[in-house]
């Protein structure tokens, strides 16, 4: 039986010795059994009659060859290169020459060397946790070999571990400080080897309630910060709305305002002084009747500032004092008026 890696080569030795009597042509014949024992006996290469035929096989055509280039010196070994899974099996060697016949029957395994291998903790490195620290090769062939070793500190496993040396898994328990350091996995098999390294940090439990609390408090805050601006975006949109609508209604519905108040109005500004000294009482003496003829539009309107050069004319003054004291009792000529104002 012969153990080779996947992708390397193999060498399936077969010498034989002529003896005097074997007269007739040489033949050299290779033969595989599968491992599955699904298939029968298939010729993988063949001499005879002083050539080589390779081509009978097709999952091996093109990687099996005679190491030796001279068959009748007695060496018919073969090499199978870049061996794959596919080519585990019996293999035999035939040597014919008449009368003389000989056959050697080899075992061949491939195996896949271990690779990709990852160290790594499964659970949480705190001080008095549980957890366990892991060594997994990406590919390998069984059976496998596990060796733990530490490479830091005194470079002495804790004794809780020793047990567990050989194992791909190491349980960790109650973990304390003196764990911490730097550790090597090496998995092998008959076929090759592969190696990790872990660094394990032992740490002091973290305050996780206080971890929970901040990212909840963070989280209210900002969802406050979030309903903040979206209620102070929908209130400037009601604004907005609301000054487009009053805009409207004031450009579509108030009518300018008339030449005549505008023009009384601006007499009241230059004459502001003396008006100010009338007092109620002086226009208990006036007809009511006269107040019903404001116009509606005049009364409700508000006073503003005169900006308007002032009135002269008697008929601008009676509508002055009507729309100043919002009573429409005015003398009926200007001596009244000087009386009354006097």
């Not at 830091?152 to 194992?167: G, I, N, R, V, Y």
């Amino acid at each position: 039986m012969i153990e080779k890696a996947k992708g390397e080569t193999a060498y399936l030795p077969c010498k034989f010795t002529l003896s005097p009597e074997d007269q007739g042509p040489l033949d050299i014949e290779w033969l595989i059994s599968p491992a599955d024992n699904q298939k029968v006996d298939q010729v993988i290469i063949l001499y005879s009659g002083d050539k080589i035929y390779d081509d009978y096989y097709p999952d091996l055509k093109g990687r099996v060859h005679f190491t030796s280039n001279d068959l009748k010196s007695g060496d018919a070994s073969i090499n199978v290169t870049n061996l794959q899974l596919s080519d585990i099996g019996t293999y035999q060697c035939k040597v014919k020459k008449a009368p003389g016949v000989a056959n050697k029957k080899i075992h061949l395994v491939v195996l896949v060397k271990p690779s990709g291998a990852r160290c790594y903790v499964d659970g949480s490195e705190e001080i008095g946790s549980d957890f366990k620290i892991k060594c997994e090769p990406k590919e390998g062939s069984l059976p496998l070999q596990y060796e733990w070793q530490k490479l830091s500190d005194s470079q002495k496993m804790p004794t809780s571990w020793l047990a567990e040396m050989t194992s791909s898994v190491i349980s960790v328990k109650n973990a304390s400080s003196e764990y911490s350091g730097t550790y090597s996995c090496t998995v092998r098999n008959r076929v090759g080897s592969d190696q990790c390294l872990l660094r394990l940090n032992v740490v002091p439990p973290s305050n996780k309630a206080g971890l929970i609390a901040g990212a909840i408090i963070g989280t209210l805050l900002a969802l406050a910060l979030i309903g903040l601006i979206i209620f102070c975006c929908r209130k400037k949109r009601r604004e907005e709305k609301y000054e487009k609508e009053v805009h409207h209604d004031i450009r579509e519905d108030v009518p300018p305002p008339k030449s005549r108040t505008s023009t009384a109005r601006s007499y009241i500004g230059s004459n502001h002084s003396s008006l100010g000294s009338m007092s109620p009482s002086n226009m208990e003496g006036y007809s009511k009747t006269q107040y019903n003829q404001v116009p509606s539009e005049d009364f409700e309107r508000t006073p503003q500032s005169p900006t308007l050069p002032p009135a002269k004319t008697w008929e601008d003054v009676q509508l002055l004092l009507c729309d100043q004291t919002c009573l429409c009792v005015v003398p009926a000529n200007q001596a009244e008026l000087r009386k009354s104002l006097s």
